[in-house]
């Protein structure tokens, strides 16, 4: 499973780019505005920093206006991942990308069919929210299992981006579905470490080692 940092924080994105363990950030207009920075400059950075895909999102809503605003973000970088949202326009500007050569990340996906046709319009990504549709009382797992069996059935490419990611079973659970990649914040990537028994562990074996009175170096 394919782990993205879900920020435009640059010293977040620095951070966790050297554990090794994150293969690419997500962005929305949200977290760029969170970030107080220029959008084409802070994703140009986060680019620089990290080798796999960025998505960074349009904010037109027609597929005239979203092509030109795609041709100006994909310029900043190879690997940068064009955003779009899950409308008739976003899945036609998606085609278009994609049949061009460009990554393309098509989000705010809270169907199945919304995710079926995101496949059929060619999507390097889908983004199903799993929290947002939690939050609504829906059941996002659900929405994920479903999505994967679709895919399966008719083996499609678009990979499953779990995003609107809150917590550490939000990861377990996508993983167990088998999404390929889930986005998250770098709280919650970072929170996954955590265990009481680890720390524990550590706490009892530096004790003994103290008592052994060697050291390693
Ligand atoms: O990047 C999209 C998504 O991950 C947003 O998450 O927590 O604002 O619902 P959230």
Not at 98 to 123: I, P, R, W, Y
Not at 147 to 156: E, K, S
Request: aromatic share 6%; proline share 3%.
């Amino acid at each position: 499973m394919k782990f993205f940092a879900d920020t435009a924080d640059i010293a977040d994105i620095r951070d966790l780019a050297e554990t090794g363990l994150i293969d690419g950030v997500t962005t929305n207009p949200s977290l760029i505005h969170k970030s107080g920075r220029d959008f084409i400059e802070v994703t140009r950075e986060i680019c620089g920093i990290v080798d796999g895909p960025v998505s960074a999102e349009v904010v037109a809503l027609d597929h005239e206006t979203m092509m030109k605003e795609a041709e100006k973000l994909r310029k900043i970088a190879d690997n940068v991942c064009i955003k779009v949202p899950l409308t008739l326009d976003g899945l036609k500007t998606c085609r278009a990308l994609t049949d061009d050569g460009t990554m393309v990340n098509v989000t705010l996906c809270f169907s199945a069919n919304q995710a079926l046709l995101a496949a059929k319009a060619g999507a390097t990504f889908v983004s199903p929210f799993v929290g947002r549709h939690d939050d609504n009382g829906f059941d996002g797992m659900q929405l994920i299992s479903d999505i994967r069996l679709i895919y399966d059935n008719y083996d499609f490419e678009t990979e499953i981006l779990v995003a609107s990611v809150r917590h550490a079973t939000h990861v377990l659970e996508a993983a167990k579905i088998g999404a390929d990649v889930m986005t998250a914040p770098p709280k919650v990537i970072r929170g996954l470490v955590n265990h009481v028994l680890t720390d524990k562990g550590i706490e009892g074996f530096l004790k003994d080692w103290d008592s052994s009175g060697q050291s390693i170096l």
